[in-house]
């Protein structure tokens, strides 16, 4: 490759989905060569379940996303693929919802400001004022909307949909917002919207899962990052995490001791989102850290 | 203390339950201190649920039973105190039932054996004879009566009282035991049968929760060991464990990857009974570790 | 106890250290009787390296502190014990000391506003001019004087001297200051000088490292909060956490990830420093949780 | 495919090495392709330190060894790669070096007779008679030769290699051995010997890591399985593990402790080593999980 210093690199991600069967890859592989691209990531997966392949690569190539695309489109078409290309480290243009919680919304924010969470945050959407200045702090534009009754929701979700479109989102997460998104809405934001869930699912579920957790006397409690089904609380798992705790703790202290597992297991989730590397394979994910 | 070094020292675990108000360590203390006794360990939990007092403590002392005995009494009375004296590192008498799977029955045998847990095993019975020879190489009897019909349960329910009057069985270890023992049965063992439950609780119950598992794509699974009651699964917990899965695991591989997490989460359940360190408040645990 | 809803209730943390003996467990608890204390949390520990008892108790009581001291004082006299009475929950009279990275500062003091540590902070202390709006989103005043050589400092030294008398520091906090700190500094905030090394000790000291991690392979990479003294990362250690990596970590990636372990760890150390929960026995800590 | 049902499908795994450049996967996808090959896991790896690129695949085809050698080695030549074809689950024949600690050789024959770790073991060797028994029970020759001194040692070494030589071992496991291997050995034996230390490595070497780690206070102790090199404790880190402490454990409890992770640690080095998931980068290990 002796001209590959003299051209800038272009840094792709390409995910795929479809039906698995001999010489996917090498038909992959071979696009990729013609594209003068050099694979510096790769992960695969054959789902047992659902019969379907998912791939996830990383490409480096002098070639534009023409080139690129000339050579993959004709590869989609004969394994009827489901794909995604990117550039690498493109900021992930998510909406963020919340209600008076503070934990997950900072710890986005932080991370997004440090350079370790590849989103661009237009806005912040909240049925309460709470958390302006945290949002202010960040330079994240902040707007709150009382959500007291069916026609102020219903309005909420109206907005969201607008947001939503006005911003190209690619990813509205619900970083503790504490209102129940209608059917409809889940549905339009059917595999892109993330929600954190307060306890170890399947566990316990609904309203005070630490209250629950407190009286069962469990020895290890945790917060589950999901996509948003209109089946509350039973969306596909992206991330899980536990800590332990002992018999001295009240209700209130697990809650305190939870938000901490909340806001990583949250972060996390977005993260993987954001650089491609969360699949659906029917209710299970697909994750290629 | 010149006399102490010419006297050997007695090791007393004393553990205790009572309504709190103020004064009861104080008291405690001092006789603890008229009986030659000092403290080498003491751990204590004030219930806010139901405003009982727990206290475990292990005293060295030239004093004997009697002695000790003597001035715990009448504390015992005043207190209106339910308490129990042994000896630290006393084994304790168990009873360990099995089914077919090896794991949790060789962990326990291999760890008595190699002195890190405090119990003794007359028994091991099982409704299968799968696992006589791992009983023979450690050296403990064994026992199988296949339980195939509400006859052949119901008397080998009778024999496990019996082994259990023979014995002076402390604790029952239903060490993978794949058989609901009877309401009567759950009954008169409360408080001292131990279950391993495959899964992390509350979660996945009944049948195949690893199948569960893997269908609802959990990136935690675990284990968790609870007393027996004849409310199926729903045991006080003594302890739990988890440990990271992802997508390309199966439902088999999950069971294979469970059990490492249930033996060590029966096995510390059971060393924590045997060392006195797990009491009953209501339908939580107290864990003195 | 009828009295005891008519006055208010005071909340003491007492905790100390004396030579181990018979009755001193007796001693105090009679001390706490007759101050009208009831015990709500205690813990202790025997040494068995260097023969020393320590001690840490919470205790409600409608009595004052004169009415405490009174009774505790004879016995710490008897018992020699080093000793110390605080109000649970008094925020600790803190100094941070910082200089560029971003990561610790903020999770203090994100930690401090939520109300999950119980300090106040009088001044962030750096010799960079980074965090300064950090500080003043928390509202803590911030101070930066550049450390350019000997002399510049030796002013930053005393600078530290002058601010921990005005304010009558209780806790200075090193969170990823990159100096070091002269041995008479060290002297001076012996046993109240906290700091955070980003590696597990023992294990790569001094500069870089991430770098030295990532080229030995090493499969886990963590974070230490010990004691300054003037052995450089040879201090008492408080706390320690790790992370599990794997070959595909780069050396930049390692730092990233160990930023999260480094911060966490650091404000738990504070945390339990905070709540009277660290005492030094030699070369050890004891963390009473 | 519609042969595929008809003829019995083998399953392979292939890992190579070579130097990192454009095209690599595409010739071995198309290789595969024309041995009739699927895919059914793939891993890769581009080292930056080195240059070199580390891929490691399951394939199931109808064709056998000779079918897939002949597309191969092409491919091989061409791209200078170090490469490796075998059958997935063969069981890698594998010796055992002891002394008289039970608990690493207990798991690894437990769990090679539980069918989880796909090794043959036809010989423990031991310098110390204490582990007869065990190696009876689970059906494992084994043979003790006592090692005083040099002239002794030697011979141990001596026999090593005999019986390296007359099984064709592939793997030799230091199961808590507690000599010092020459550098002769180590270098006869590189690449394919493994050692568990019992401690975190960087950290405490030589003896007794548990003392000092207990007088260091350390709050996490850990357990490193790694190639033998004739540099002591710093051969390439396969798997290292660390389990929570606290002060009030002794030395002597730090080793019951450290046990776990030690057995846990190797056996998990030796199931991937066994499973072809373990490639090296120069000082540091590739694991393809």
Not at 101 to 106: E, F, G, K, Q, R
Not at 188 to 202: D, E, K, Q, T, Y
Request: include cysteine; glycine fraction near 6%; proline fraction near 5%.
């Amino acid at each position: 490759m002796p001209d590959a210093p003299r051209e800038p690199l272009n840094h792709w991600v390409l995910t795929f989905v479809c039906a698995d069967r001999p010489g996917i890859v090498h038909a992959i592989s071979g696009a990729i060569v013609s594209a003068r691209g050099n694979i510096t990531e790769s992960q695969q997966f054959s789902s047992a379940d659902t019969g379907r392949f998912f791939m996830r690569l990383q490409v480096e190539s002098p070639g534009d996303r023409a080139e690129f695309e000339a050579v993959l489109v004709p590869i989609a078409e004969e394994y009827e693929m489901t794909w995604r290309l990117d550039d690498v480290g493109r900021p992930l243009r998510t909406l963020v919802l919340a209600s008076t919680a503070a934990h997950c919304v900072n710890d986005l924010l932080f991370r997004q400001r440090a350079g370790q969470l590849s989103v661009e945050i237009p806005l912040v959407l909240s049925n309460h004022g709470t958390l302006r200045d945290i949002a202010a702090f960040y330079g994240v534009p902040f707007e709150s909307r009382p959500v007291t009754d069916a026609a102020s929701k219903a309005a909420f979700e109206r907005r969201i949909l607008e947001v939503v479109d006005e911003f190209d989102i690619e990813l509205v997460v619900l970083a503790r917002y504490m209102q129940i998104l209608s059917p409809e809405l889940c549905e339009r934001l059917a595999g892109r919207a993330i929600n954190i869930h307060h306890s170890f699912l399947p566990g316990f579920k609904g309203a005070n899962p630490y209250r629950q957790a407190h009286a069962r006397g469990v020895k290890l409690i945790g917060a589950t990052a999901h996509f948003v089904t209109s089946d509350l609380d039973e969306g596909p798992i992206i991330e899980q995490n536990v800590v332990r705790v002992d018999h001295s703790r009240s209700a209130s202290e697990l809650v305190a001791i939870g938000q901490d597992e909340e806001s990583r297991t949250l972060t996390q989730a977005v993260k993987w989102f954001a650089e491609d590397r969360v699949l659906l394979d029917g209710a299970r994910t697909i994750i290629f850290k």
